[in-house]
């Protein structure tokens, strides 16, 4: 009989989690990028005015929003394996992963203030 | 007995690996560009699309200075890069979609997806760059 759970006293754990962070935020910007394709078809493309008003729309900034965090979440979890492959000495490794954080989570502010700043 | 003292049974192997000497089969090239296109969306892209959505949404000069900024040939040319990253790294994923839920995965079948994802992804950045210019 095997035990159902087994504690690993190595690794970090967070292995399976990135692997489902990557594959539920890839499928809901698949979903933003059809909708996105959806809408420049139907409008004919963009100009000023309907890029506007699609903008002015409350749920439209609600959808933007989770396809950024989506993305910059999916950015993390892939930028950071990047850096644990090529990156060895250890201080140098927090540090740019310390950099990446502090520069995604900036865009998440931004984000914010583009979608809600203005208008 | 450390693991030192035992016998090695195995021939001599190399010490590294020389990625390109070695001839890389397709699904290891559609990975690579999965991370190269990957690492370029997140230093490029994503700052672009905030600037780009920014000043579009500013104002109507803003949003005409914007488009005109995609005339100059460096900039398609950076447009282009973002959109073939942005292709090859969308249809790579999907396929990671698919073979995750256990369709294609022999090795045919995983090579002919491989295939169809580096041969899609150029031939419509291609597409969009004749109609860019």
Redesign the interface.
């Given at each position: 009989m095997v035990s159902p759970h087994v504690h690993v006293p190595v690794g970090a754990h967070y292995g399976w989690r990135d692997w489902l962070v990557q594959r539920v935020t890839a499928i809901v910007m698949l979903a933003y990028t059809a909708l996105m394709i959806g809408l420049a078809l139907w409008n004919g493309g963009f100009d000023y005015a309907t890029w506007r008003s699609i903008f002015a729309n409350g749920a439209f900034r609600v959808v933007s929003f989770l396809f950024m965090a989506s993305l910059l979440w999916h950015a993390w979890v892939g930028v950071r394996n990047i850096v644990m492959d090529y990156v060895k000495p250890a201080g140098a490794r927090l540090l740019l992963e310390c950099i990446v954080v502090a520069v995604l989570v900036a865009y998440l502010g931004w984000t914010i203030s583009v979608l809600w700043g203005g208008a | 007995m450390s693991a030192a003292d035992r016998p090695v049974a195995t021939p001599k192997r190399p010490v590294y690996l020389n990625l390109f000497a070695i001839r890389q089969p397709i699904p290891a090239i559609v990975s690579i560009l999965h991370?190269i296109s990957?690492?370029l969306?997140?230093l490029v892209g994503?700052?672009l699309i905030?600037t780009g959505?920014?000043s579009?949404?500013?104002s109507?000069e803003r949003?005409?200075a914007f488009e005109a900024a995609w005339s100059s040939p460096i900039a398609k040319l950076v447009l282009l890069a973002l959109v073939w990253s942005y292709l090859h790294h969308?249809l790579a994923?999907?396929r990671?979609?698919i073979l995750?839920v256990h369709i294609g995965l022999d090795l045919k079948a995983a090579r002919m997806s491989a295939a169809l994802t580096l041969v899609l992804a150029l031939v419509v950045t291609l597409a969009i760059g004749m109609r860019l210019w």
């Open positions: - | 991370r990957g690492a969306l997140f994503i700052p905030l959505v920014q579009s949404l500013a109507a949003f005409a969308l994923g999907l990671h979609l995750d």
